[in-house]
């Protein structure tokens, strides 16, 4: 990836990421992009605000506000996630062993949550199977895609979603 190219990624994503800042103490959503060699090229930990940037001629630091996205700041051909869904984390990968990869907090079991996503992806024109409670498939792109979910107490659960790799 050329210098420019990861600027041209990078900064529209710390400018959206200033727009859509907000000040929950208790909640946050972290992000990290990472470049075709591994390295990160920026990061921003939703619980502080810190924002770290490594591009080719400029590195630094500054916080934002601290920021929390929810079900609806994420869709991916029309779905969002499970209502009442918090995000926890967002990897922006280096397209070798995973593309994207997102975790998520949601409000119920996770069979309810997977039942959920099955029908809604399906409708979607996902190509789904579930395997040990973890859907694995391809999206309507025929990009991999998986869905792992985790009991967290409670009708609580944690998600993650892997896209490419």
């Given at each position: 990836m050329t210098m420019v190219s990861r600027t041209a990624l990078v900064l529209p994503l710390v400018a959206?990421?200033?727009?859509?800042?907000?000040?929950?103490?208790?909640?946050?959503t972290s992000i990290t992009v990472n470049g075709a060699d591994g390295d990160t090229l920026a990061s921003v930990d939703g619980k502080s605000g810190?924002?770290?940037?490594a591009l080719p001629?400029?590195?630094?630091?500054?916080?934002?506000?601290?920021?929390?996205?929810?079900?609806d700041n994420f869709e991916l051909?029309?779905?969002?996630?499970?209502?009442?869904?918090?995000?926890?984390?967002?990897?922006?990968g280096n397209g070798r062993d995973k593309?994207?990869?997102?975790?998520?907090?949601?409000p119920?079991?996770?069979?309810?949550?997977?039942?959920?996503?099955?029908?809604k992806m399906g409708d979607a024109g996902f190509t789904l199977n579930e395997?040990?409670?973890?859907?694995?498939?391809k999206t309507a792109e025929e990009k991999p895609f998986r869905?792992?979910?985790?009991?967290?107490?409670g009708d609580r659960s944690t998600g993650t979603i892997t896209l490419g790799g």
């Open positions: 959206a990421l200033g727009l859509s800042a907000c000040d929950r103490p208790s909640q946050g810190e924002v770290k940037l001629g400029f590195q630094g630091a500054f916080k934002l506000p601290k920021m929390s996205m929810e079900a051909n029309g779905v969002h996630l499970f209502p009442g869904s918090t995000i926890r984390n967002v990897d922006v593309a994207f990869t997102m975790t998520f907090d949601s119920a079991d996770p069979a309810t949550v997977r039942d959920w996503f099955r029908d395997q040990g409670g973890t859907l694995v498939g869905l792992d979910l985790r009991q967290t107490g």
